[in-house]
């Protein structure tokens, strides 16, 4: 089960890849400026996963003029993220958690998926600018996708 609404989300830096090389994205550089949406996905280059990035890409203006970042994270490396994201137009930031330590902090492991290890389970946070989660969500299977609206709906509550 994913962490709980009303928790302090826990913070974390992970490396994503840019055109100008590696870089980090810190959690909490967010807190006191905007709410953030992870969105956990368990592999790139898989059919519903990037269904769900490119749908996520496609709603992406939405989502930002409600002021909020927007990471996509996985276990994949920086450099899948990097050439996935380019083959498909995906445009939100995507993070490697490599480790699975972020995975493992916000609860969302999904254990020897596709009997092949543990990755990151399907599953979508809301953080509000204060750093508390205000909306948490992971979905029943890897093939059920979260529900973007309502990500949307809390969003523009915070706004």
Known sequence: MPLKVGTTAPDFTLKTKTDTGLEDVTLSKNFGQK????????????????????????????????NAAV???????????????KKEGITVTLLSDLNKEVAKAYDV??????GIGDASARAAFVIDKSGKIVYAEQTPTPKDLPDLEAVKAVLAKLA
């Open 35 to 66: 709410a953030t949406v992870l969105l956990f996905f368990p592999f790139a280059y898989t059919s519903v996963c990037t269904d769900e990035m490119c749908d996520k890409t496609g709603g992406i203006a939405a989502i930002n003029g409600l």
């Open 71 to 85: 990471y996509g994270i996985s276990v994949d490396s920086p450099f899948a993220h990097e050439a996935w994201a």
């Open 109 to 114: 492991i999904f254990p020897g998926i596709a």
